[in-house]
């Protein structure tokens, strides 16, 4: 008892991460992370799925979904900073939390810098010094500036990017809203949809590399849960705010693939290279527009496409740079989450002691982005590396090498969450869940009634075969991603063996005790004792004892 | 930014757009009909009309309970 009364006063005084994110806070910063994928995605998987890329679209959004409602169902639950990790952890043990929490580590870093670099393509448009072809040192320079300003804004604290997220969420949401209106209402002809969908239909291969290039449009809606333990109310706000934004992403990414195969231009198609006349969605998916092919799409749109194309590279480019802000956040906090369980040494769980932000975890996953940005940009910036690359990565450039580790980086985390919520779900049945995934086999495991979630076998399976498509279709991706997990799991092996903690297995862990703490914290005083009321339930159940 | 999320024309503006969604789901579902029928390549637009459908939906029901709750 003494121990639990100093570790409490110690846990006192250490500077914690403040309560500041409101619902609209909790819906942008997921919205901010996600909406900003679509402006990325459409032009990849236009150029690979062609005629199929509303199905690999619809295919990926599905897997989406039942990824959604996982994390909503356990980021409600479990509200504490470092979602997917803790989960796996909590669920799966230390070393699986480690991988999770390492792959989607991966993708934070990777999302800093491929949106701060997608940011500044679709600013190019209206600025053309810009332009990463024509001048490569200068977009280098802007892209550097760029990740170093949202290390120095997330340093200084939450509230400010959680405002600054809020205002450019709010205003792209009621843009695509007005674009999918005026596309959907005047120029949508479902007749040209079918039409090319059959006549457009694309390989087993170029399928596969589509649904792949898909999930990278709905990679980030865990920014919700890396929130959690700075949202108001984390239990009750968390299934609200993350079933709209589910929704609305999922719209979004339909929409767009839908409108771009079916859709009647209201100015003409500019023929292609060799003179001939091209559809609309082989335009949007060449070299010269997939990196802007919702600016280019949004063009084509009757009475609103002409202002639209003048505002749609400013509002794109602000989208993603809020949802590069997002990687900033996210890794922090994973980081920060990974540090408290001991799978990160201890420096990365130093909150700055005035604006209580994880500010080394901050400068240090924004290093790791900048490695990233050189890594990217070198070809350009040199012949020299321009020749090493194409002999090295078979003519891969940089930023496609980064896209190919984003939608490794995913399934792999998401894989494992998938396993940690079936696992929580036996093996944690007491903790209060506000939110459950629908469709549930009730059974009694160990004495007490569980919940097996079919959703979440659906999910995995669709995941897995995400994965296993990126490893099949991505060269590169097949050898760097598991490359970096195991090298990340040798200096994780190498950390825990010098701290003597157990290296394959895992730390004892007090869950009861950390749950009720993390509800106290969380502010949800009446499910902590509802989850107090459930464990005395389930040791009386298991040691036979009658009811009182 | 909070003040007018709070605020009761922030709610009803949400509603407009949860309409906004609404119709717009039910004329893909209708024109998808008119034109493919139960064809599978008129699938993707079925459900890109039902999830329209429900996230207006959504947001009536979150209108409804945000007012219960004041």
């Known amino acids: 008892m003494p121990d639990s009364v100093s570790a409490k006063k110690a846990a006192e005084e250490q500077p914690s991460l403040r309560r500041s994110v409101t619902p609209w806070g909790s819906f942008s910063w997921g919205y901010s992370d996600v909406g900003a994928d679509i402006f990325v995605g459409l032009g990849l998987v236009l150029g690979a799925a062609a005629g199929a890329s509303n199905v690999a679209f619809l295919f990926a959004g599905l897997v989406y979904v039942c990824v959604g409602l996982a994390y909503t169902e356990l980021a409600a639950a479990y509200p504490v900073a470092g979602g997917g990790q803790y989960f796996v952890l909590r669920g799966l043990g230390d070393i699986f939390g480690f991988i999770a929490g390492w792959a989607v580590l991966l993708d934070f870093t990777i999302d800093i810098v491929l949106f701060a670099w997608s940011c500044i393509d679709y600013l190019s448009k209206l600025l053309p010094f810009l332009a990463f072809t024509a001048h490569p040192w200068t977009h280098f320079g802007v892209v550097f500036a760029v990740i170093a300003g949202l290390a120095w804004l997330n340093v200084i604290g939450v509230r400010e990017s959680s405002a600054f997220n809020e205002i450019v969420s709010g205003l792209d949401i009621a843009s695509e809203t007005a674009i999918l209106f005026f596309g959907f209402l005047f120029a949508f002809r479902p007749e040209i949809l079918i039409h090319t969908m059959q006549s457009a239909w694309p390989t087993p291969f170029n399928l596969m590399n589509g649904v792949s290039l898909a999930i990278i449009s709905f990679v980030g809606l865990e920014s919700i849960s890396q929130a959690a333990q700075e949202t108001q109310r984390p239990a009750s706000v968390i299934p609200r705010t993350s079933i709209s934004l589910i929704l609305t992403i999922l719209i979004f990414a339909l929409s767009y693939s839908n409108l771009a195969l079916g859709l009647q231009p209201w100015t003409p198609i500019p023929p292609d290279a060799h003179g001939h006349a091209q559809a609309l969605w082989h335009y949007l998916g060449n070299e010269d527009n997939n990196g802007a092919a919702v600016q280019v799409l949004a063009s084509m749109i009757p009475y609103y496409g002409a202002l639209a194309a003048l505002y749609v590279p400013v509002l794109g480019a602000i989208l993603l740079l809020i949802s590069s802000n997002s990687g900033v956040f996210g890794s922090s906090r994973i980081a920060y989450a990974m540090s408290h369980t001991q799978l990160l040494p201890s420096l990365f769980k130093k909150v700055h002691p005035k604006f209580r932000t994880p500010a080394v975890s901050i400068v240090v996953f924004c290093s790791f982005a900048i490695l990233e940005l050189f890594f990217a940009a070198l070809p350009s910036l040199s012949p020299f590396f321009k020749e090493t690359y194409a002999r090295l990565f078979r003519g891969e450039d940089g930023i496609t090498f980064l896209g190919d580790l984003y939608a490794f980086g995913a399934a792999t985390s998401y894989s494992f969450v998938f396993i940690a919520l079936i696992a929580l779900r036996l093996n944690d049945p007491e903790s209060p869940r506000k939110f459950k995934m629908p469709f549930n086999i009730p059974f009694k495991y160990r004495g007490v009634r569980v919940e097996f979630p079919i959703v979440a076998v659906i999910g995995f399976a669709g995941i897995f075969s995400i994965l296993i498509f990126t490893m099949l279709t991505h060269l590169i991706g097949r050898i760097a991603g598991p490359s970096w997990i195991i090298l990340g799991l040798i200096a994780y092996l190498v950390y825990r063996k010098r701290k003597g903690l157990p290296v394959f297995g895992s730390q004892k862990h007090d869950w009861r005790s950390q749950q009720a703490q993390i509800l106290k914290n969380a502010g949800e005083l009446e499910l902590m004792d509802e989850y107090i009321a459930n464990v005395k339930a389930s040791d009386r159940l298991r040691s036979g004892e009658p009811a009182p | ?70």
């Open chain 2, 1 to 70: 930014m909070r003040r007018i999320v709070r605020s009761e024309g922030y709610a009803r503006a949400r509603l407009v757009t949860g309409s906004i969604f609404m119709l717009l789901g039910a004329v893909v579902i209708v024109r998808m009909a008119g034109s493919a029928g139960l064809q599978w390549s008129a699938a993707p637009g079925y459900v890109l009309g039902v999830a329209m459908i429900l996230l207006g939906g959504f947001r009536f029901y979150e209108y409804r309970t945000a007012r219960r709750g004041a």
